[in-house]
């Protein structure tokens, strides 16, 4: 099983990826042997791969047609951001308890880079550095069960993410918000961090139905 597992891992790892960089779209069909081709894995690696996206919630099974990308709606991506808000806000106050001087630094000079980005017009800039900032928070906290769940999550909304991120004007509202974030962690202020998080994706939902609506 260990083998089986060293094997399949990369062929799972790398069409997730592809999903997650929107090479294959929501509904796209997925077809055992052009995955294999693509990726050179075999087509029972494959099989298992696909299995274990559709565990995640990635990809969907349908009735004699195999497997295809799943979409995922407007109204998921909210329940989804609303999962993340108290899981994230969980990581959040763990960062503020745990957090060391050194990691201080590294969050104060990833807002340095967040202001700099958005000043100069650099959207994919500050998109990346916005997942930096979310995925730091996760480790920091040391909640690696959160970390998890939210790593999923994340994979299933990332296309809305990524719709929301290139909405004109979104980053300099973002900002101040993922600014807040950063201080009340450095601060060693649980409460105000889980509260800015909170509020952060209260704004991330608000935005979410605005986009759709646009």
């Known amino acids: 099983m260990g083998e089986r597992a060293e094997i399949e891992k990369p062929v799972v790892d790398a069409i997730r990826e592809a999903i997650i960089r929107g090479e294959f779209v929501p509904n796209q069909r997925l077809v055992e042997a052009d995955l294999s081709a693509q990726f050179a894995a075999s087509r029972a690696n494959v099989r298992i ?6 565990n995640e919630g990635l990809v969907e099974r349908v009735q004699n047609r195999g497997a295809r990308v799943r979409a995922v709606s407007l109204e998921e991506a909210i329940e989804i951001s609303e999962v993340r808000m108290v899981v994230e806000s969980l990581c959040a106050e763990k960062a503020a308890e745990r957090i060391s001087d050194e990691e201080i630094g ?48 994340r994979a299933q909304s990332v296309r809305h993410q990524f719709r929301l991120a290139m909405r004109p004007g979104r ?12 201080d009340a962690i450095c601060a060693h202020d649980a409460a105000a961090a889980a509260a800015a998080i909170r509020q952060h994706l209260s704004s991330v939902i608000e935005a979410l139905r605005e986009a759709e609506q646009a």
């Open 171 to 182: 980053p300099s509202v973002s900002l101040p918000e993922h600014l807040a974030i950063i």
């Open 106 to 153: 590294e969050l104060k000079a990833l807002g340095k880079a967040m202001r700099k980005a958005v000043a100069s017009g650099d959207v994919m800039g500050y998109s990346g550095l916005n997942q930096e900032l979310h995925r730091r928070v996760r480790e920091i906290s040391g909640q690696h069960t959160a970390g998890q769940v939210l790593e999923r999550l």
């Open 49 to 54: 791969a696909l299995l274990e996206l559709a």
